[in-house]
């Protein structure tokens, strides 16, 4: 038995929103200059996307583009190299979409749902990790330059991880509930209404 269409579209339109912001996460500054992470005062403006650097007083980005660069002393390359999580977590966001498919098209729920049960829960997880690290970094980051005398504050794209680690939580509680098998205590319920009882057999006896 499929489900409903809007059981379907409450599964699908969380997910597809989180694939939509973990997208322009990984297609952030310098691809896309507008979104960024933080930006510093320093070098008369400086932000920070996932594959580099650009500043704001020149047209001059970081080339070539890569993860784990570094920006001393505020910025460390081993850490910067934890956002490749965004990244996979928008890869593993879109497969979490395609798992949908099977329990829309009238397949048994019981094996298309747990796969969706297992990719939304792994990717909450992974995208759960990389909202953990992007708060720990820029936020030692611009503490770092505040210290150091210069401006600084978020872009848009730690709320941006933010909705869509919690978008994907809702997607993975709504699965729960849509996607939760009879328990034992219903399927108990049911097989001792559908047998007769002993009595009856010693009433006409």
Known sequence: MALTLPHVFCL????????????????SLPISKSLYFLYAS???????GIWGWC???DPICMNPMRLGYTWEPQIATPIT?????????????????LTLIPISSGRPVKNSGRVFMGFSLFTFFVAKLAFIFTIAMWAIAKTRFRRAGFKSHFGSLPWLSLFAMLLLLLAVILG???????SPQVVQMKDVKGRPSRSRYRSHS
């Open 12 to 27: 699908f339109f969380p997910t597809f929103v989180s694939f939509i912001f973990l997208t322009l996460i990984t297609f």
């Open 42 to 48: 320093e070098a008369g403006g400086v932000r920070f």
């Open 55 to 57: 500043l704001d007083s």
């Open 81 to 97: 190299s934890a956002l490749i999580l965004f990244p996979i977590a928008s890869v593993l966001c879109f497969l979490t979409i």
């Open 176 to 182: 729960a509930v849509f996607l939760k098998p009879l």
